[in-house]
């Protein structure tokens, strides 16, 4: 994936070749920060697994893998709010990836544009970003 966002699949030797430059905590994990396509705003942390990275490289959709689930999370698959790879990056240390994407919709579960949305400002704790979208809309709960 490049920022010109050619739609060639990757060889499986290459996305092998990714998985093998990782460095995957001690519970098989790797850090992921999503970052928007475009104008650069930091929209999420996640966790991926070695299926969630081939997974993603192989569709172009973000995938994720859910800790509290215990199980492959594909952004977007109950809330509609997807991302599309664009770029696939990782960190001197292989132990944080950075996923450029197109995001659809809000990144946050709480229906805000990303998860960000704590701050300090003027020595006071302070929310910076608006709920953009009911939560109970997105999930149906």
């Known amino acids: 994936m490049s920022d010109n966002k ?40 996640a966790w991926m697994n070695s299926d969630a990275i081939r997974e993603t490289l192989s569709s172009g959709r973000v995938c994720y893998f859910s800790r509290s689930r215990g199980e492959l999370w594909r952004k977007g698959e109950s ?20 996923l450029v994407v197109d ?3 809000v990144a946050c579960h709480t229906g805000r544009r990303n998860c960000f ?18 939560p109970k809309k997105l999930y149906g709960k």
């Open 79 to 98: 809330s509609g709010q997807t991302q599309t790879l664009v770029d696939f990056r990782w960190d001197c240390d292989g132990d944080t990836v950075l």
């Open 6 to 45: 050619t739609e060639t699949p990757l060889a499986t030797d290459v996305i092998d070749a990714v998985i093998a430059a990782i460095n995957f905590n001690d519970q098989g994990l790797v850090a992921a920060i999503a970052q928007q396509s475009g104008n650069g705003e930091i929209l999420m942390l």
């Open 103 to 105: 995001q659809t919709g």
């Open 117 to 134: 949305f704590n701050a300090v400002r003027d020595g006071k704790i302070t929310t910076i970003a608006e709920v953009e979208i009911d």
